[in-house]
């Protein structure tokens, strides 16, 4: 077998995932809309459920490795800030599929994107910490870098997400017209602000501290076992593999809103699935990171979904509402408004020293824990 031959067969099997999302897309092209009109029998439901989010799981781990074999070729802070942005736009896809299928959700975003904060910043990081200081006792970081982060999450969420509660221009947590223009430029210069000076001015910032060490991961000489190609070849795949993604998210919408609705579950609960589906792979990837001491990678991880969480969703759900005028309530309850506070305290507080511990851990998982309790109480 030639040399071509034999990459071309590599590639057909290592990408088999896609080759499934490709399948599954046409199949359900063809036969989904009819498969989705009468969702009452059971059985047939938990079947169309369980299939898609097997594959649109595996999808999503093909866009991690894709993402990590770029951030491998690019370096830091790069690499984890593409695959970020990969998570977080299948997430605002998600969303967004959501928003326009079925009936009216006001809350849907906001629940998504809090559940995201909740997940990322105490579940996450929490168990990273527990993690990692169970194993090495005491880990390292930037702590330029986690301020920079926390510096833009705290009025990035406040703004977004407590202000409107007070609002008197719109009822509820609504944003008025005014209001609504002010977070979407708020939102996205502030995001884009805060990515010019990860990439360009201050990259050292989102580096683990001394990353010079022989064996390092992250130092370009570890390949985490992949099978590492050209960058165009990566960014390709990587951006095929979100296209099913992309185009199964509508009929995962309609599944996910009529099991809400069926089981008479909290409406909350459905932003916390979106969230949960979406996060999962980053989370294998950041506690990797913390088992291998690498807790730099494990914040940009956590923190940047949050940051980018905030700032790309605010904007595309904004926009969605001002054209299809659905309401969008983005201001939290109070019981969550505090819950936030706590969390974004805490976190200012653990990740101000240069070193983390299992206490750090115990700390934020608490929180998680409290914010699971509050979607059912």
Request: net charge negative.
């Amino acid at each position: 077998m030639s040399a071509s031959s034999s990459q071309t067969a590599g590639i057909l099997k290592c990408e088999w995932s896609l080759w499934l999302g490709i399948a599954t897309t046409a199949i359900f092209t063809v036969f989904g809309d009819a498969w989705l009109a009468d969702l009452s029998d059971g059985p047939r439901y938990s079947v169309l459920f369980g299939w898609l989010f097997v594959v649109m799981l595996l999808l999503a781990f093909a866009v991690v490795r894709h993402a990590d074999c770029l951030a491998i070729k690019l370096g830091e802070p790069y690499g984890t800030l593409i695959l970020t942005i990969a998570v977080i736009s299948i997430e605002v896809i998600m969303i967004s599929a959501v928003m326009v299928t079925g009936e009216n959700n006001p809350t849907l975003a906001r629940d998504t994107i809090f559940s995201v904060l909740m997940i990322v910043v105490n579940g996450l990081l929490g168990v990273t910490l527990l993690i990692g200081g169970l194993r090495h006792k005491e880990q390292y970081y930037n702590t330029q870098g986690a301020a920079s982060y926390l510096g833009v999450i705290i009025p990035v969420a406040g703004l977004g997400m407590i202000l409107p509660r007070y609002m008197t221009s719109a009822p509820g947590g609504e944003a008025g017209p005014l209001m609504a223009v002010f977070l979407v430029l708020s939102s996205a210069i502030l995001y884009g602000a805060f990515l010019w000076i990860q990439t360009t001015r201050h990259q050292a910032y989102f580096k683990q501290p001394e990353l010079e060490i022989a064996g390092d991961p992250e130092s370009g000489d570890d390949h985490h076992g992949f099978v590492v190609r050209s960058t165009r070849f990566h960014a390709a795949f990587l951006i095929l593999c979100m296209l099913p993604i992309v185009l199964l998210s509508k009929k995962m919408a309609v599944l996910v809103y009529h099991g809400i609705s069926s089981l008479g579950a909290p409406e909350a609960l459905g932003g916390f699935f979106v969230a949960t589906l979406v996060l999962t792979p980053e989370v294998v990837v950041a506690l990797k990171s913390a088992w291998a001491d690498r807790l730099q990678r494990t914040i940009n991880i956590s923190l940047g979904s949050a940051l980018a969480t905030i700032g790309m969703t605010i904007p595309a759900v904004l926009g969605i509402s001002i054209v299809t005028g659905r309401t969008i309530e983005l201001g939290l309850e109070e019981p969550e408004i505090y819950l936030l506070l706590i969390t974004l305290i805490c976190a200012v507080h653990n990740l101000s020293g240069a070193r983390t511990n299992v206490m750090h851990g115990f700390v934020h998982m608490a929180l998680f824990f409290a914010y699971i309790v509050l979607i059912f109480d």
